[in-house]
């Protein structure tokens, strides 16, 4: 079956560029121009995968995203925004809520079917059997119910956070670089912005307080977990 995608863009000429590069590519394609027209067309037709602009009139792309992943009917859908919205932190806000990846206009529309093809290739694959508890120190991590602990201490950690929180305790040990971190956490097959992975290295250090000093700087390459 055709992978049916919903496009969110507030800009004709967007949408329909868009649109007709996603139709190229066999896909089936879904439109809308505001936030609540975007939440109607999921909920009567669904889609497969959602690119969906941040600057909406009515809902902005920010609140749909938080809607959709705040569902769970929706929850487990990609969304790929597509925004003119190039500073990092609105980056980092969408990478937060659940979106999987980030394009900025003025784009590229054969990239941008590239990406989409990645997202919807990762969102096919089953997830491989994997042990439920990680442990580290004091560091405790339970997959299956999201929990972390620190010294007995629960601790709160984004969806973000803890996919990289996730991997690092998983490679223990080995340097991860930050173009793979990007890939391997963020799914981007280049390098965007490696800032947006110290972005959160700093952010895992603070909630780690005293069991930080498991996580390392690897000057000029990367991060590792040592034992």
């Not at 590069?21 to 067309?41: M, Q, S, Y």
Request: aromatic letters at 6%; a negative charge.
């Amino acid at each position: 079956m055709k992978p049916k995608i919903l496009v969110a863009d507030d800009e004709p000429d967007v949408l329909h560029l868009v649109a007709a590069n996603f139709r190229a590519a066999g896909w089936e394609v879904l439109t809308a121009e505001d936030g609540p027209g975007a939440l109607a067309e999921m909920r009567e037709k669904g889609a497969d995968l959602i690119v969906l602009d941040l600057m909406l009139p009515g809902l902005s792309g920010l609140e749909v995203c938080r809607m959709l992943k705040g569902d769970p009917a929706t929850a487990a859908i990609p969304i790929v925004m597509l925004t003119a919205k190039a500073e990092e932190v609105d980056r980092i806000v969408g990478l937060e809520l659940g979106a999987d990846d980030y394009l900025t206009k003025p784009f590229s529309p054969r990239e941008l079917v590239l990406r989409v093809k990645n997202v919807l290739r990762r969102a096919s694959k089953p997830e491989p059997t994997v042990t439920a508890v990680l442990t580290l120190g004091p560091i405790v991590l339970d997959r299956e119910r999201f929990h972390v602990t620190v010294g007995g201490k629960p601790v709160e950690f984004t969806a973000t956070e803890l996919k990289l929180l996730t991997l690092l305790m998983e490679r223990r040990g080995r340097v991860q670089s930050r173009e793979v971190l990007l890939n391997d956490v963020w799914g981007y097959e280049s390098v965007i912005d490696t800032r947006t992975v110290d972005t959160h290295v700093r952010r895992l250090r603070e909630k780690l307080g005293e069991a930080a000093d498991y996580l390392e700087t690897v000057r000029g390459f990367g991060y590792r977990f040592s034992d």
